[in-house]
């Protein structure tokens, strides 16, 4: 084992929507401002808060996820990742105790206590008063051996209010307000299904940020928050590092796994890119909008993102969708996850008009109003494909607006079957069509770190092939 003692704190709320994410990229902007260098963290699976973070931050952020991961791949994570910072930020999902159990498995709690990091809950005082330092007492109660170090108010009307409230708390609950954020007018951080829109897709992305850090300067006490960060126990690492040890780099010569990365497919864990590159990949990018055709490759990686809103431009590109298509039936291993399975369809209808994509499978994509699919997933292997043994069981998530509509269910093989969640039917996900593997569930490679084993391994392969020919 390794100590960590290193700053960190965690900001949650009492439910989804009651300002972490805009208080999160509030402080990390304000402290890099004053000179400070903040790793931040998101809990959970999102990846829209975390490319947000990564953004303000200048850094990556990184998910932690005790679904996905296990404890000792979180505290292996976060201590590495956190390796050169002077302070950790960790924005926390939905209500502090919501989980997936009445016991609050995968909660933002449970992650606090693993992580033995000060929780500062964020509370929406609106229309209330003395209620709120009940609301507070009964977080603390609900498990005491969870640290609430301190306490913002947002959403505060006027200072009756903001007094009242701060005084309840400090009376009844024994611990500071540490600021206190008016209710500001207008949204600049826009919202599109249950989250922010992407900060990809944002003219303004630089102007919202510096929104959040000036209101974060203004009305929080900065002191006394770096002050509860630094007060924490030394945390217990283990030694073994992020990936297992068998891990180690692939004999021969270096296979070009390419990724699509443009402002069609932009959702990777980073955890999975940095395995395969740690396994001696040169991963390539590609841009399915731009480019006229895919490049000489020996695997590509399409990972999620949002293909409605690019959705003409990525029609338009013919000469890229024949090109993979082309690819594809040739054998050149893929690995598509959720918008990339969307792509690689015969059409995305989005607003009742149709777009034609790929035409690597036999399946149109609709674009509903409500999610088809939305959580954490449990697949099992059940069918040959090119990554993963029979029998194996996959963790994973899920996030999609679409509905897949098969034309034609005789040239479609499915590998998994679904045991949580939604995947292609309800029932089936993993669609395989020689090398190709699409799933509309993500998977994290910290959590799973063999995927990028075999993946490799197929491009290795494919490049060997190459060679003999």
Request: glycine share 10%; aromatic share 8%; hydrophobic share 40%.
């Amino acid at each position: 084992m390794k100590m960590f003692d290193k700053p960190r704190l965690i900001l949650a709320g009492l439910r989804g929507g009651s300002g972490k994410t805009f208080l999160t990229l509030g402080l990390i902007a304000a402290w890099r401002e004053m000179g400070y260098d903040v790793a931040p963290f998101k809990k959970g699976p999102d990846f829209i808060d975390a490319g947000w973070h990564s953004f303000a931050a200048g850094r990556q952020c990184y998910n932690l996820d005790s679904f996905l991961m296990t404890h000792e791949q979180i505290l292996s994570s976060f201590a590495s990742r956190s390796r050169g910072a002077d302070i950790s930020l960790i924005e926390g999902n939905r209500g502090l105790y919501d989980g997936l159990d009445i016991h609050g498995r995968c909660s933002t709690a449970e992650l606090a206590k693993v992580l033995k990091a000060p929780v500062i809950l964020i509370v929406d005082v609106s229309m209330a008063t003395r209620t709120i330092a009940a609301i507070v007492k009964g977080c603390q109660a609900f498990d005491p051996d969870l640290t609430i170090a301190g306490v913002i108010l947002n959403r505060a009307a006027g200072p009756r209010q903001i007094a009242l409230i701060t005084g309840a708390i400090q009376e009844y609950c024994q611990i500071p307000v540490l600021g206190v954020i008016p209710k500001l007018a207008g949204n600049i951080f826009p919202e599109r299904h249950m989250g922010l829109v992407p900060y990809q897709e944002r003219d303004h992305s630089e102007k919202a940020i510096r929104w959040a850090r000036d209101a974060v300067h203004e009305h929080l006490e900065m002191d006394s928050i770096l002050k509860l960060a630094r007060k924490v126990e030394p945390l217990a690492v283990p030694s073994s590092g992020i990936f297992p040890k068998e891990l180690s780099t692939l004999q021969g010569d270096s296979p070009r796994i390419g990724y699509i990365l443009d402002r069609s497919f932009w959702f990777y864990y980073p955890e999975n890119l940095e395995q395969l590159e740690r396994l001696g990949a040169t991963l390539v990018k590609v841009d399915a909008v731009s480019d006229p055709c895919l490049p000489d490759l020996d695997a590509l990686y399409i990972g999620g993102g949002f293909p409605e809103t690019q959705a003409e431009l990525l029609a338009g590109n013919a000469g890229f969708r024949h090109s993979l298509k082309e690819s594809i039936n040739q054998g050149l291993p893929v690995y598509a996850e959720c918008g990339g399975l969307m792509y690689l369809g015969e059409t995305l209808v989005v607003d009742q008009r149709s777009y034609p994509m790929v035409g690597a499978l036999p399946i149109q994509f609709l674009l509903e109003k409500k999610p088809q699919g939305h959580g954490y997933t449990v697949m099992r292997v059940t069918a040959p494909n090119p990554f993963y043994p029979i029998g194996k069981s996959l963790r994973g998530h899920e996030f999609h607006y679409s509905r897949a509509v098969l034309m034609s269910e005789e040239d479609l093989h499915f590998a998994f079957r679904v045991e949580r969640g939604h995947g292609v039917d309800g029932v089936h996900d993993g669609i395989v069509k020689h090398n190709l593997l699409a799933t509309y569930t993500h998977i994290h490679g910290a959590g799973d770190p063999t995927w990028a084993r075999t993946f490799c391994g197929a491009a290795l392969k494919r490049k060997i092939e190459k060679i003999h020919k």
